[in-house]
């Protein structure tokens, strides 16, 4: 079962942070899970919400702001909002990136970050997957890259999945915890489909996603879940 640190290991460090992120390939974290937004200026920037305030003692939205103002706020710890590509240089080589599409616009600037890194060969294609929850992000993404594993984000059962699934060519499902089941887990199998569950932190949850076949989980404590390996 994969271990894929959620933001980081943020259930101890503050989340989407370079010390988050330093910290989960520390604990043995074989992926890393972040999100992207985009600057008032077109920087790709790591940071989960749109807005500012619960996660650092900026204000506002975070489009709203140029690179030079949103690094000017504490992220937690002193830490400051990263660059996409200030990630990429922690990471890459050391483990797999799970980038989240999840400001508005994003698919474009994303894709051709990381084509840059595939090209200059500072990536491969394995060392990436690329999720949304939003699908018209993912079908952007996809007709700029279709050779890169996409996943899609649902915290609630949704009417067409495995259409959805099927019209995207997609690597992975990434679903809430309370979704799961023997039957889904088994159907997601059939159709050569992944499924990845959220957020999970309690050991008893990770003994029983493990006995139901799940192929990996997120975590705040990626050390405890290489632990529990």
């Known amino acids: 079962m994969i271990n894929i640190a959620h933001r980081g290991a943020s259930g101890a460090y503050p989340e989407n942070t370079l010390l988050a992120f330093r910290k989960a390939l520390e604990f043995g974290a074989g ?63 050391r483990a797999v990136l799970n980038v989240e599409l999840k400001g508005r616009g994003s698919a474009e600037p994303t894709a051709r970050l990381l084509s840059e890194w595939l090209e200059q060969g500072r990536l491969t294609a394995a060392d990436l997957l690329v999720s949304a929850g939003d699908r018209q992000q993912l079908a952007v993404f996809r007709s700029l890259r279709p050779d890169l594993r996409l996943a899609v984000i649902y915290d609630r059962k949704p009417e067409h999945w495995w259409r959805l699934a099927e019209e995207l060519q997609l690597w992975s499902l990434h679903i809430d915890r309370s979704l799961v089941t023997g039957e889904l887990v088994e159907e997601a199998h059939r159709r050569g489909l992944r499924l990845f569950v959220f957020t999970v932190n309690d050991r008893s949850e990770l003994l029983r996603l493990r006995q139901l076949g799940v192929d990996g989980v997120f975590t705040d404590y990626p050390e405890r879940a290489a632990a529990f390996r």
């Open 31 to 93: 992926w890393i899970e972040l999100d992207v937004h985009l600057s008032a200026d077109g920087e790709l920037v790591v940071i989960h919400d749109e807005q500012l305030e619960r996660t650092t003692d900026g204000r506002g939205a975070v489009r709203a702001r140029a690179l030079s103002e949103l690094r000017r706020f504490n992220a937690g710890r002193g830490e400051r909002i990263p660059l996409l590509r200030e990630v990429l240089e922690l990471v890459a080589g």
